[in-house]
């Protein structure tokens, strides 16, 4: 007997009602859209996940590690005297832009540790020493307000792009920072350094190319204080081809900083390119007749087969490494780390 028109719409009604109730419940667990999510047009996205320090060496460090690693596994890879290892693994150094000196100073710590009885041994006690001599104390972050930034480096090192990449790396932990165009002296400095600060959005400080650095950066301390600036960073010329006029300047700037923010500069860092090697030490000697440097940021790494120089400017300079450049993304300018450098300079592409 077929079912009766009133069964069949009491059925419809009750899966009707189901559906209602089913839709009601799925609503109000879901969250009401915060003002912000709002304003963007729909839910806001997760943060995205920083590469791990580790990844980013790995892959900056990737031309060193090949080259170094070929030389280290052939000093390695026969059955030869703890000296003959030594001396080719002396060689691998030099070849990876260590440095003489440097390169002496580790392997005489190596023979100091005794117990060399394998390669193994002497890789790991090799990796200990590198990981103590780049090892460096935590950035001293100012309570000041404004923190001062002087960034130093020659024409062609990659300031004014070193620059930007730290304003965007202030900025994005809520920061907000102000850019000074001390170099009034190259031509179209100011304007790179107008492209960076609306690439990144912060305000920038400048007068007309060749006009007196201290009195720009008089003019960028003043804006600061008066718009609560949380970081100032300030560049500078580098042209050393007139190095006495140039040395003169920097220590100015110094003045007229100190005398503005008692205790500022907060930090110096001189710029190096680490494709020219051993020849950036001789710019940094100079540099420090008139700055006083606390800290170096090595650019291009991972464009060259010799990031051993990383070493030599530890060693020989005794100033720390602080950011080093890694690629050419505007997060590419990484905070150094010793333990991820030296696993990125050794461990194989396997592990």
Not at 12 to 23: E, K
Not at 32 to 55: H, I
Request: aromatic share 4%; glycine share 8%; with cysteine.
């Amino acid at each position: 007997m077929p079912p009766s028109p009133e069964l069949l719409l009491g059925a419809a009604l009750a899966v009707l009602i189901v559906s209602l109730a089913i839709a009601l419940f799925t609503t109000r667990r879901q969250p009401a859209p915060t003002a912000v999510e709002r304003r963007a047009g729909g839910p806001a996205q997760p943060p995205p996940v920083p590469a791990s320090p580790w990844a980013a060496f790995r892959a900056g460090l990737s031309k060193t590690r090949h080259a170094l690693g070929a030389r280290v596994r052939d000093a390695f890879g026969r059955d030869r005297t703890l000296d003959s290892w030594l001396t080719d693994l002396e060689e691998a150094l030099i070849l990876a832009d260590v440095g003489m000196a440097t390169t002496q100073r580790l392997m005489a710590a190596l023979r100091r540790r005794g117990g060399l009885d394998s390669p193994d041994a002497v890789l790991s006690d090799l990796k200990e020493e590198i990981r103590k001599l780049v090892a460096a104390e935590p950035e001293d972050e100012a309570p000041a307000r404004p923190r001062v930034l002087v960034i130093a480096g020659v024409n062609g090192v990659g300031k004014t792009t070193t620059i930007g990449k730290l304003a965007h790396r202030f900025s994005s932990e809520g920061k907000k920072v102000l850019l000074v165009a001390g170099d009034t002296f190259r031509a179209a400095a100011i304007e790179q350094l107008e492209v960076w600060a609306k690439r990144v959005g912060c305000d920038i400080v400048k007068h007309q190319s060749g006009a007196d650095p201290a009195a720009v950066v008089f003019d960028g301390l003043k804006a600061a204080q008066s718009r609560a600036v949380d970081v100032v960073i300030v560049d500078t010329a580098g042209r050393l081809h007139v190095k006495v006029n140039l040395m003169e300047e920097l220590k100015k700037l110094v003045r007229v900083i100190a005398r503005e923010l008692p205790g500022a500069p907060h930090e110096s860092y001189l710029v190096l390119d680490a494709s020219t090697g051993q020849n950036a030490l001789s710019q940094a000697r100079l540099f420090r007749e008139a700055l006083p440097l606390t800290g170096v940021i090595l650019t291009k790494l991972d464009g060259t087969a010799k990031g051993g120089f990383a070493l030599a400017v530890r060693s020989e300079l005794d100033l720390p490494l602080r950011y080093v450049g890694l690629g050419e993304g505007l997060d590419d300018l990484r905070p150094f780390d010793a333990d991820a450098f030296v696993a990125a300079l050794f461990e194989s592409d396997a592990q």
